[in-house]
């Protein structure tokens, strides 16, 4: 897997993923502010559909998508 950051600032991270297997790719989102987190993949959207709530947290990773656990492990690495 490829990964970019490609914006940061005090509200938003923007991440983008690009399997080289699949071919895909994946843009994930964290909002600072509200302290959720974003992918758009189906198995993310899938997961979201299932939450009662507006968005997933950033502390709640049974809901992560391999995506977003993959950028949590990077992220600070990235800084
Ligand atoms: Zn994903």
Redesign the pocket.
Known sequence: MIIEKVSKNDEWEDYY?LSKSSNKH?M?TFDILEGTVN???E??KYRKENLKFGGVKISDKKNH????RRIMELRDKLK
């Open positions: 993923i994946y994930i992918c758009d993949c198995d993310f998508c391999k995506h977003i």
